[in-house]
């Protein structure tokens, strides 16, 4: 059974960095797409970042509100991905929820219906 667990997240300053990891278990995949969404409380969940990969090949995506700011790093031994967060402000504090997509490897990666397995999600803070 598949497993994916994000770790990392936590309170920080405006201007700060952080890191969020996604780990998946329990399937060897050599194509996939793998996703980072985020909710705020009262809005709906939305779409950060995302990775497409076939065997050693990877292409990244990047919401315009991150794009610049955060970036994706590939650690292909620990099958464990993440995503690097910098200069945050208060608007990216939400929940970051890592999603999983094994059926379509061609899927839009910004559509939560791409996304067959999810985390439990972790708690992003950013605050004076």
């Known amino acids: 059974q598949v497993q994916v667990q994000e770790s990392g997240g936590g309170l920080v300053q405006p201007g700060d960095s952080l890191r969020v990891s996604c780990t998946t278990s329990g399937r060897t995949l050599s194509s996939y797409i793998k996703a980072w969404f985020r909710q705020a409380p009262g809005k709906e969940r939305e779409f950060v970042a995302a990775v497409r990969r076939s065997g050693q090949w990877n292409e990244k995506y990047y919401s315009d509100s991150v794009n610049g700011r955060f970036a994706i790093s590939i650690d292909n031994a620990e099958n464990t991905d993440d995503l690097q967060m910098n200069h945050l402000t208060s608007s990216d504090t939400a929940v970051y929820y890592c999603?999983?997509?094994?059926?379509?490897?061609?899927?839009?990666?910004?559509?939560?219906?791409?996304?067959?397995?999810w985390g439990q999600g972790t708690q992003v803070t950013v605050s004076p």
């Open positions: 999603g999983l997509g094994v059926r379509g490897y061609n899927s839009e990666v910004d559509r939560l219906s791409s996304y067959d397995y």
